[in-house]
């Protein structure tokens, strides 16, 4: 899944891989080719939750949410 998010001065594309979702809250996302975890900043982006479906990052006070899809084979 790749998402611009651009406001007047720049554009951060975030590429969001993958995910490892653990209910015990260790999961992990990939993006942009890092492996993140809740917390882990990437650009101006915090992560904020990582869902089975769905990454929640934060930037500047806003939050971005993106839905996973699950390819067809």
């Known amino acids: 899944i790749k998402v611009e998010l651009s406001d007047e001065n720049e554009t951060t594309e975030l590429n969001v891989e993958g995910v490892v979702f653990d209910k015990d809250g260790l999961s992990l996302v990939a993006v942009n080719g890092a492996v993140l975890?809740?917390?882990?900043?990437?650009g101006d982006y915090q992560v904020?939750?990582?869902?089975?479906d769905r990454v929640i990052f934060i930037r500047e006070g806003e939050t971005e949410e993106f839905l996973l899809t699950k390819e067809e084979e």
């Open 48 to 52: 904020l939750k990582i869902m089975e």
């Open 37 to 42: 975890k809740v917390g882990d900043r990437i």
